[in-house]
């Protein structure tokens, strides 16, 4: 009868077991499988061959070029989620008083994705150095989609906020709760100013993870 190992419960032929030598070959195989680093060329590679993941599964996916772990609840999480961060030294300038996400005389697109981590929560820093035409102030917040859905619609309580004429570099960092776990997401920064014009210019975005 064959017998499993203490630890990982791999099987093993005993003295009395037919000398099958291919069959507990297969068997030590197939038990080990499941238990190395599998390796796809991306997630619906991987979905269409592991049909039924277990917890603690490790997989290499080409793209995004990230390992994943397939968790206690059921998903598939990156085993690392890397920060992301953008910076643009172009200046661009809005009058809008509500949030805009493009700025006239800056072409580049200002949004950057990321994996969301395990605990599905993440942290972004938005910053850039403003200048107000005349009297009032300026917010530079972000947006934050799953898809075409709006995780954090971008707010006044998540801004670096400016006000005055002087030039003045300005930050805020704010959390992100409720992301899908090893789901992409993308965060687009969003200006709007009480100012008749206002530039921003070395402007950035930093995402960090809580794991």
């Known amino acids: ?40 060329a991306d997630a ?11 917890p603690g599964m490790i997989a290499w996916l080409n793209n995004p070029g990230l390992h994943y772990y397939f968790t206690a609840a059921k998903q598939w999480a990156p085993l690392i989620a890397r920060p992301v961060a953008w910076f643009s030294s172009l200046s661009g ?54 898809g ?17 004429t002087t030039s003045t570099s300005a930050s805020s960092v704010f959390p992100l709760t409720g992301l899908t776990p090893g789901a992409a997401h993308t965060v687009t920064g969003a200006f709007r100013t009480t100012a008749t014009s206002t530039a921003f210019a070395n402007r950035f975005l930093v995402i960090t993870h809580m794991i």
């Open 148 to 164: 075409t859905r709006v995780v954090s619609a971008a707010a006044d309580t998540r801004a670096a906020v400016v006000g005055g």
């Open 44 to 54: 619906a590679a991987r979905d269409a061959k592991v049909a039924d993941p277990i």
């Open 93 to 146: 300038t809005t009058g809008s008083s509500s949030y805009v996400e493009t700025l006239t005389g800056a072409t580049d697109p200002f949004a950057v994705t990321f994996i969301a981590p395990p605990s599905g929560t993440s942290l972004v820093m938005v910053g850039a150095r403003v200048n107000n035409s005349a009297a009032g102030t300026a917010y530079f917040s972000a947006s934050v989609k799953q």
């Open 1 to 40: 009868m064959v017998a499993l190992t203490p630890l990982g419960s791999l099987p093993y032929p005993q003295p009395a077991d037919n000398a099958d030598i291919p069959v507990h070959l297969q068997s030590l195989a197939e038990a080990v499988d499941g238990r190395t680093v599998l390796r796809f």
